[in-house]
């Protein structure tokens, strides 16, 4: 019961942190919208297995289906501008060899700035 607990508090609190985010408006309104939408879970599970997993269903294939609008759009205008093409070059060293991605981050590591901006992720 615990576990469920803190992942209904962890889910809540992240995605009203994401809406706050994009509208930082409602930045005093964290916990009155925190608490509306556990409000909210609380009484959509009351109503019953059936009718909660209809309105949980909702919002889950609405999400699926805006996952394949962005990844069909994103196809398309890779199609539309002649495929995939490579625009990362590999960075070289003053003795002409080329860096792998573990060489820049222990360059990155030790101190080697020239990277600034930029973060490395394995």
């Not at 994401?18 to 925190?34: E, G, V």
């Not at 019953?48 to 919002?59: D, F, K, N, Q, Y």
């Not at 069909?72 to 070289?92: D, K, L, M």
Request: with cysteine.
């Amino acid at each position: 019961m615990v576990d469920y607990t803190l992942n209904v508090a962890v889910g809540i609190s992240a995605s009203i942190a994401a809406i706050r985010s994009a509208t930082p408006a409602l930045h005093n309104w964290t916990l009155p919208l925190c608490l509306a939408v556990l409000a909210a879970t609380t009484l959509l599970n009351l109503r019953g297995t059936r009718e909660a997993s209809v309105m949980w269903a909702i919002p889950s294939y609405l999400y699926i289906a805006t996952l394949a609008c962005v990844l069909i759009s994103g196809i398309v205008q890779t199609q539309a501008r002649g495929g995939y093409t490579p625009f990362a070059r590999a960075e070289s060293c003053a003795g002409g060899h080329h860096l792998t991605g573990a060489a820049r981050i222990r360059r990155r590591m030790h101190g080697d700035d020239r990277h600034r901006g930029r973060e490395f992720v394995s």
